[in-house]
């Protein structure tokens, strides 16, 4: 299984919109609807923000979206606030009971 | 509320074995599935290893399989990840996660334990 790719960093200032996109292939993101996303702050553990590529879970705001098509899945976050500075990990069902992360993605808020 | 402490992590000479633990609480442990993730200093996530509930079924990703074993004691709430054979690459902080969706994604994690291995 190989890494998802997403972009090394990506910035954005307060009260913008970001996106932050994760292309994989059909035998991960394109063969399935089990995409998520985790926000992990330096030094922290991962939280868990999207499964099922568009859903949050119970506390996250709605200001953290999730979308897909084709092989690329993509976090939208609108109304940009200096705590999402954070990095952003994707991550995909692989098939066989596997599950592959995006390199991560250095969110920089200005 | 749902908590996860890892332990067993430390320095360790490379072809030596090390087994990390990681007790549960908070929630009833033989229903849920667990996973080990890893990161290496300064790298991305990488997904381990899952176990199903009652340790029927596991699975690890290809760089580990034959060297590490997860496995789980649900009378101590605990998952457990066995890994011998140690290599440089295998330096990372190992995170413990419980399974949300059947092998589909991680809602809660541990604050993780920092493995190093030496040559």
């Known amino acids: 299984q190989s890494a998802l790719t997403q972009p090394r960093s990506v910035s954005g200032s307060p009260g913008q919109s970001v996106t932050i996109s994760c292309t994989g292939t059909?035998?991960?993101?394109?063969?399935?609807?089990?995409v998520s996303w985790y926000q992990q702050h330096p030094g922290k553990a991962p939280k868990f923000m999207i499964y099922d590529v568009n859903k949050r879970p119970s506390g996250v705001p709605d200001r953290f979206s999730g979308s897909k098509s084709g092989n690329t899945a993509s976090l939208t976050i609108s109304g940009l606030q200096a705590e999402d500075e954070a990095d952003y990990y994707c991550?995909?069902?692989?098939?066989?009971?596997?599950?592959?992360f995006g390199g991560g993605t250095k969110l920089t808020v200005l | 509320q749902v908590q996860l402490v890892e332990s067993g992590g430390g320095v360790v000479q490379s072809g030596r074995s090390l087994r990390l633990s990681c007790a549960a609480s908070g929630f009833t442990f033989n229903i849920y599935g667990m996973h080990w993730v890893r990161q290496a200093p300064g790298k991305g996530l990488e997904w381990v290893a899952v176990i199903a509930h009652d340790g029927s079924s596991k699975y690890h990703v290809d760089s580990v399989e034959g060297r590490f074993t997860i496995s789980r004691d649900n009378s101590k709430n605990t998952l457990y990840l066995q890994m011998n054979s140690l290599r440089a690459e295998d330096t990372a902080v190992y995170y413990c996660?419980?399974?949300?969706?059947?092998?589909?994604?991680?809602?809660?994690w541990g604050q993780g334990t920092l493995v190093t291995v030496s040559s």
């Open positions: 059909s035998s991960d993101i394109g063969g399935y609807n089990y």
């Open positions: 991550c995909s069902y692989g098939g066989t009971n596997t599950l592959v």
């Open positions: 996660a419980r399974d949300f969706g059947a092998v589909r994604y991680f809602d809660f």
